[in-house]
């Protein structure tokens, strides 16, 4: 028999939201709004290169992405999705053994990309549903090579702040990377939840993740990116998997850059459906934490399986994590109703 990893063994795999024809799907925090237009547009045309590789080195994308954010292109790194990039970023710095540190609950390919890399992963509890902060500082030992700040956090919605943030950074040592991994910044307000790009674009050691499958809805073609120091970015890059960002992929990001107008109406429009059905459930008496992002969190501990089974049964997915809570996207106004009605009869049935 074939050996294998040892450390792959006991891993979980990584477990996407479900999907079921017919079904409202609020389970994967994706854009409900479809293509943006331009979008539509641009991969129409693009039928007769298929047959050829892809840029490996993304170059106009670079081009539109530095242009984006007033920055160079070696400061930038592609890669298939942000959760490429999170793992390019952890082949870069892990040795063997290596410790990286992240708030837990958080990202759930956190852990999975940590171990693949040979890392081993440092959990971090929240505290009333927040990265704690100044406890992942103080879980950083010698053996620390990373640390991840999901901000806002994915599953439970929240943020930390900018003295908070800003304090941590400069209590890093200078030998640690920190990666901002920022996948729901457009939805957040930036009176609330500091752009890390604006203000630690000139540390040596952070770098920011952003990704085009959330605001700019590009989820099925995998396209994210992290911003860095020029001489980490080099290799990071080294890291990708060859050919990783399809054409398709490359031209729809670079389309998509283009359609500030259209995004922004529809963070909007999101946003507000986001407070409105905060607003409706916490009349319902559920504990909701005030969302900086496109989906919710009910931390519901042991009624959190039993409630997303009880949405399942009528059609509408959300996604829970057992013993802890419940994340629900935001969708469309009568998507968002469903599940309003069904958290009502739950409620009435308790």
Sequence with gaps: MVDVRSSLLDLQSYVPGRKSPGAVVLASNECPYGLLPNVAARLAELTGGLSRYPDMGATRLLEALAARHGVSPDRIAVGAGSSEVCGQILHTVCEPGSEVVFGWRSFEAYPILTTVAGGVP???PLRDHVQDLA?????VTPRTRLVFVCNPN????TPVDEAALRAFVDRMPGNVLIAVDEAYHEYADPSVVPDA???FGDRPNVVVLRTFSKAYALAGLRVGYCVGPPEIIAQVRKTQTPFSVSALAQEAAIAALGEHDEVDRRVALTVAERDRVTAELRALGYDVPRSQANFLWLPLG???APFAEHCH?????????PGEGVRVTVGLPEENAAFLALAGTW???R
Excluded: Y
């Design 122 to 124: 440092v959990r971090v």
């Design 302 to 304: 042991r009624d959190s």
């Design 347 to 349: 409620r009435e049935r």
């Design 197 to 199: 790009l604006a203000l």
């Design 313 to 321: 049964g009528d059609g509408v997915i959300v996604r829970a994590f």
């Design 135 to 139: 406890g992942m500082a103080a879980a």
């Design 154 to 157: 994915n599953p439970t919605s």
